[in-house]
């Protein structure tokens, strides 16, 4: 199994706290595992042309050339996909909202690439992560990805979480679900 992780977070807090603690259950239970820190990756926005939907030759296919297209290889090969994302200001963050903006790629003719593939969703809030989870599981269903786990947790300060036991154990567990 292939685990692919993406985190949404623009600073090392949270998110990447639990996102790793999922991949780390994965890897110890066997799998091969992947973290992609959106924040050190340039990635544009989607510029709505949509000739990933109508263009033709190019139709599945974007044509903005930055660090999002080894990550469109890296989804195709995994098995499953955990992302992750702060709740702001009840959504996922911008660097989140750009990643799921450039994944209307596999949504057009390569839905299928996705179909089918194992998903787990970790958001974290102030107050809690929900609407975060909420958006992306908008992209889980629009590409047939199926939903087996979320983390919701709640933590303010960078590393807070850190001491949240319950949300750190919940991680663990998802990580070691999505690979059954
Ligand atoms: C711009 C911004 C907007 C935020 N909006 C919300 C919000 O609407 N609801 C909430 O519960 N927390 C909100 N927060 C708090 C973060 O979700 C919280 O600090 C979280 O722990 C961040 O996760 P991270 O450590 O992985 O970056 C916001 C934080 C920022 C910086």
Redesign the pocket.
């Known amino acids: 199994m292939k685990v692919i992780g993406i985190c949404g977070?623009p600073?090392k807090?949270?998110?990447?706290m639990l996102l790793r603690t999922a991949l780390d259950a994965a890897k110890s239970a066997g799998a091969e595992t992947d973290l992609v820190l959106l924040r050190e990756m340039h990635i544009g926005y989607c510029d709505g042309c949509a000739t990933c939907e109508t263009g033709g030759e190019r139709e599945g296919e974007c044509h903005v050339a930055d660090d999002m297209q080894p990550i469109y290889t890296k989804l195709e090969r995994a098995d499953a996909i955990l992302l992750a994302s702060?709740?702001?200001?009840?959504n996922v963050s911008g660097l989140m909202k750009s990643f799921m903006d450039r994944m209307l790629v596999f949504y057009s003719r390569r839905k299928e690439k996705l179909r089918g593939k194992r998903g787990g969703l970790i958001a974290?809030?102030?107050?809690?992560g929900k609407p975060a989870i909420d958006a992306m599981k908008v992209l889980f269903s629009a590409n047939d990805i199926v939903l087996v786990g979320t983390v919701d947790a709640s933590?303010?300060g960078?590393d807070d979480v850190a001491k949240d036991a319950k949300a750190l154990e919940e991680a663990a567990e998802l990580g070691l679900k999505i690979i059954k």
């Open positions: 977070s600073r807090g949270n998110c990447e702060p709740n702001y200001y009840s974290v809030g102030g107050e809690n933590a303010s960078a």
